[in-house]
């Protein structure tokens, strides 16, 4: 089964930085996308951004500018700068792709909470 572990969530002042890992296990077969939504209390989860295998980026508009996403293999990090008080969220990875013989897989970590302090 396809596992996701996230870390590297903390809390933090406003302006800041954090850096959050995610490791991919369990793959039989290949990973088109990995990428970061984030939740906050009474709010819908929303993408922050993603990275295709070729390497291709997509941010929201509200990170443009101040995170980051690469991947390395199984591995998806965010780099968030500037930090806001509204950045404060559960943040979740997540991995699409398909199985070896075909099926497809869309697989969520458990999240990790970022909180920003004004």
């Known amino acids: 089964q396809v596992q996701l572990l996230e870390s590297g969530g903390d809390l933090v002042q406003a302006g800041g930085s954090l850096r959050l890992s995610c490791a991919v296990s369990?793959?039989?077969?290949?990973?088109?996308?990995m990428g970061w939504y984030r939740q906050a209390p009474g709010q819908q989860r929303e993408l922050v951004a993603a990275i295709t295998s070729g390497g291709t980026s997509n941010y929201a508009d509200f990170v443009k500018g101040r995170f980051t996403i690469s991947r390395d293999k199984n591995t998806v990090t965010l780099l968030m700068n500037s930090l806001k008080p509204e950045d404060t969220a559960v943040y979740y990875c997540?991995?699409?792709?398909?199985?070896?013989?075909?099926?497809?897989?869309?697989?969520w970590g458990q999240g990790t909470q970022v909180t920003v302090s004004s």
């Open positions: 369990g793959v039989t077969g290949v990973i088109n996308v």
């Open positions: 997540n991995a699409e792709g398909r199985r070896l013989f075909g099926s497809p897989f869309n697989s």
